[in-house]
């Protein structure tokens, strides 16, 4: 079973959650204000993560939209605190971030058709597969469409039509979870040579492996990390953070910064869950804000169970950020600029 720790021991995630911790801060001055975004909107952002992102492990992708082979930065051997400021200087950046064992990819443009269509083939297959009955007239119409696809992959408050970086994060996580019929799906689209089967048999393989940094600490997991930027629930206080390919199908996870409210309240209790004052990243209207990650279970295409497992994830001892240094500087930054004095642009994510 995938734990907070698989989800959050990297130095990815936190990264982005330090990113979307400084947001935190845009938004309450924004709501302060009265112009908080709303549930559906976008704009659910700050300084650093203002386009969103979506990272991948190279290794699933073979060519951009243009067909054209991908040339990534190599940077060999490289601390933590060093991967984290290449994944800030990532997210000023449209499109697709691509991570490699040894190097970074920026601003790749995919195409999300051929994504699209790898993901309801292999599953369209895999069902036709399973399927006991030798008479294809019989029950129901063997297809799967993206949207079922999508619908298993992300939280029931998020309805359609999805945008284009939910449906191609989506349909990317299926090289993660059934690697060797997405294999298949390139080899046969693309007519791989013996040369380019052999090499991207090798890439796809180490998207599996775990990355170390050169002082021990893992940079990233191998999954798809998708930074939105709309909230999709009131309680909510930045972009929703997706998690994807971390097991079977219809495992995903989720990060947030939630406001605790009754409902929220009510969902610790249930799970015999208790947050303490170190916990707490912020308040708002005298309700504490607290990280949260959502681990939900295997389903099957088209459904979404409501099974959970719900974490609290803590400032100081899972992410290590200082609430208090890192809350001043962005506080000041914020205030700075709706009051319209100017304040030093402190990069309050690289201070943790």
Same mark, same amino acid.
């Given at each position: 079973?995938?734990?907070?720790?698989?989800?959050i021991?990297?130095?990815?995630?936190?990264?982005?959650?330090?990113?979307?911790?400084?947001?935190?801060?845009?938004?309450?001055?924004?709501?302060?204000?009265?112009?908080?975004?709303?549930?559906?909107?976008?704009?659910?952002?700050?300084?650093?993560?203002?386009?969103?992102?979506?990272?991948?492990?190279?290794?699933?992708?073979?060519?951009? $939209?243009?067909?054209?082979?991908?040339?990534?930065?190599?940077?060999?051997? @490289?601390?933590?605190?060093?991967?984290?400021?290449?994944?800030?200087?990532?997210?000023?950046?449209?499109?697709?971030?691509?991570? !490699?064992?040894?190097?970074?990819?920026?601003?790749?443009?995919?195409?999300?058709?051929f994504?699209?269509?790898?993901?309801?083939?292999?599953?369209? !297959?895999?069902?036709?597969?399973?399927?006991?009955?030798?008479?294809?007239?019989?029950?129901p119409?063997?297809?799967?469409?993206?949207?079922?696809?999508?619908?298993?992959?992300?939280?029931?408050?998020?309805?359609?039509?999805?945008?284009?970086?939910?449906?191609?994060?989506?349909?990317?996580?299926?090289?993660?979870?059934?690697?060797?019929?997405?294999?298949?799906?390139? *080899?046969?689209?693309?007519?791989?040579?013996? /040369?380019?089967?052999?090499?991207?048999?090798?890439?796809?393989?180490? #998207?599996?492996?775990?990355?170390?940094?050169?002082?021990?600490?893992?940079?990233?997991?191998?999954?798809?990390? $998708?930074?939105?930027?709309?909230?999709?629930?009131?309680?909510?206080? #930045?972009?929703?953070?997706?998690?994807?390919?971390?097991?079977?199908?219809?495992?995903?996870?989720?990060?947030?910064?939630?406001?605790? &409210? *009754?409902?929220?309240?009510?969902?610790?209790?249930?799970?015999?869950? #208790?947050?303490?004052?170190?916990?707490?990243?912020?308040?708002?209207?005298?309700?504490? @804000?607290?990280?949260?990650?959502?681990?939900?279970?295997?389903?099957n295409?088209?459904?979404?169970?409501?099974?959970?497992?719900?974490?609290?994830?803590s400032?100081?001892?899972?992410?290590?950020?200082?609430?208090?240094?890192?809350?001043t500087l962005?506080? /000041?930054?914020?205030?700075?600029?709706?009051?319209?004095?100017? #304040?030093?642009?402190?990069?309050?994510?690289?201070? &943790?």
């Amino acid at each position: 079973m995938i734990t907070k720790k698989d989800i959050i021991d990297n130095e990815l995630i936190k990264e982005i959650i330090a990113i979307r911790f400084d947001t935190l801060w845009r938004m309450l001055e924004r709501d302060r204000m009265g112009f908080l975004p709303g549930v559906d909107d976008e704009g659910a952002t700050g300084r650093f993560d203002n386009k969103g992102a979506i990272f991948i492990p190279g290794g699933l992708i073979y060519q951009d $939209v243009d067909e054209r082979f991908i040339r990534y930065e190599p940077y060999g051997s @490289i601390t933590g605190t060093e991967f984290r400021r290449k994944i800030r200087d990532a997210m000023r950046n449209d499109n697709a971030t691509l991570l !490699y064992p040894d190097g970074i990819a920026t601003s790749v443009n995919l195409d999300s058709g051929f994504f699209s269509k790898a993901a309801r083939r292999i599953f369209t !297959y895999k069902k036709a597969a399973h399927r006991r009955s030798k008479k294809v007239g019989t029950g129901p119409v063997i297809e799967i469409s993206s949207d079922d696809i999508i619908k298993s992959h992300c939280p029931t408050y998020m309805k359609p039509p999805y945008g284009a970086r939910t449906r191609i994060s989506s349909c990317i996580s299926v090289g993660l979870i059934e690697p060797p019929m997405f294999f298949a799906y390139y *080899k046969t689209e693309l007519n791989f040579s013996i /040369k380019q089967t052999e090499r991207f048999t090798v890439d796809l393989d180490r #998207t599996r492996d775990r990355v170390l940094s050169s002082d021990g600490n893992v940079l990233f997991p191998p999954y798809v990390v $998708v930074c939105h930027d709309t909230r999709y629930k009131d309680n909510n206080y #930045t972009g929703l953070t997706r998690i994807l390919g971390i097991g079977r199908f219809g495992e995903f996870a989720t990060f947030t910064f939630e406001s605790v &409210t *009754k409902q929220l309240l009510g969902e610790l209790k249930r799970r015999h869950i #208790t947050f303490s004052p170190d916990d707490i990243f912020a308040e708002v209207q005298d309700l504490p @804000i607290i990280g949260v990650v959502r681990i939900y279970k295997q389903t099957n295409p088209g459904k979404r169970l409501l099974k959970y497992q719900l974490c609290i994830v803590s400032p100081k001892d899972d992410v290590g950020i200082d609430v208090q240094q890192v809350g001043t500087l962005a506080r /000041k930054h914020y205030q700075g600029k709706k009051t319209g004095k100017k #304040t030093k642009s402190g990069d309050a994510a690289a201070t &943790t």
